[in-house]
């Protein structure tokens, strides 16, 4: 479906709503057949949010050379993970895509050349989470992919250009960790409710101020904050997607967080939506 058409197709213009964004913490791939405390808030979230046209994700797991978006009919279901139960492998999300928006989200960019993909798919930081979302698979879902040769500040600049698809009713999600810190984890904690290292839950506490005062460029700056954030952010997949969400987060905009914990000692499954304040709509 063109955006355009959302004009066109019984929704009068001016009507489609600015769609909220959310980062969502995805954690584990077998969060994406449990039932616990974070895929209900991914549900009770799901509830809070006006039907989207189509959702684009960016998710930690495609890290590609430049910047890349989905292109095809019909993406499929990738199980890019390793060791887990067969469930989780037989697990498919038949979501379709769209070529439409994909050629659309191509000329939204106009700092990079985005390139459209008919090779990749939905990779588990997009459907495990999206699956809890939209269980019906009837949205279409596209993903842009991660430079990994571009700066933090780069992915924050070229996320505000893609603002104008809110606008057109595409929900834009963000799927990583604030803090994701596998060789520190605390294996033998897996089933702990709530657990953090001590650097862990300072180096959270920090983001989440810089989130809620809106000091997006020491967010960006991450590797200036000190050892904390150091520990927290070994590599930088996981928490580009939260540069992608916050800056989408325009003045107006409410920011509020949910499924606020931290696991296994060194990551942190909080997640946020950002969505426009009802009096500036």
């Known amino acids: 479906m063109n955006l355009r058409d959302l004009d066109t197709i019984g929704t009068p213009a001016g009507a489609v709503p600015t769609m909220p964004v959310l980062f969502l ?3 584990s791939p077998m969060n994406a057949i449990e039932e616990n ?28 050379r430049g910047t890349h978006v989905t292109a095809m009919a019909r993406p499929r279901t990738i199980h890019d993970f390793g060791g887990f ?13 769209d070529p439409d928006l994909a050629r659309e989200t191509q000329r939204a960019v106009t700092r990079t050349t985005v390139g459209l993909d008919t090779a990749w798919g939905l990779d588990h930081g997009c ?8 269980p019906a698979a009837d ?20 996320a505000r250009e893609l603002a104008p698809l809110r606008m057109r009713g595409v929900l834009i999600l963000g799927s990583g960790n604030m803090v994701h810190n596998l060789g520190l984890a605390a294996w033998e904690k897996m089933d702990a409710p709530e657990f953090g290292f001590d650097w862990a839950l300072e180096a959270s506490a920090r983001m989440k101020h ?23 952010i070994p590599t930088p997949e996981h928490y580009l997607p939260l540069l992608y969400a916050l800056a989408l987060q325009e003045e107006t905009d409410e920011l509020s967080l949910f499924n606020d914990k931290a696991v296994m000692g060194s990551l942190t499954m909080t997640s946020l939506k950002i969505e426009r304040d009802p009096g500036s709509r």
């Open 127 to 134: 459907w495990s989470v999206v699956k809890h979302l939209y």
């Open 25 to 27: 913490g995805h954690g």
């Open 139 to 158: 949205v279409p879902v596209l993903q842009l992919s991660l430079d990994y040769t571009q700066s933090p500040q780069y992915h924050y600049e070229l």
């Open 210 to 232: 810089f989130i809620l005062s809106h000091e997006h460029q020491q967010l960006v700056r991450y590797a200036s904050q000190g050892r904390e954030f150091s520990l927290a």
């Open 85 to 97: 139960p067969k469930e989780l492998y037989a697990v498919q999300y038949p979501a379709p895509g």
């Open 37 to 64: 405390e974070f895929v209900d808030g991914w549900r009770s979230v799901a509830q809070t949010l006006p039907r989207p046209a189509a959702i684009l994700c960016i998710s930690a797991h495609w890290e590609t």
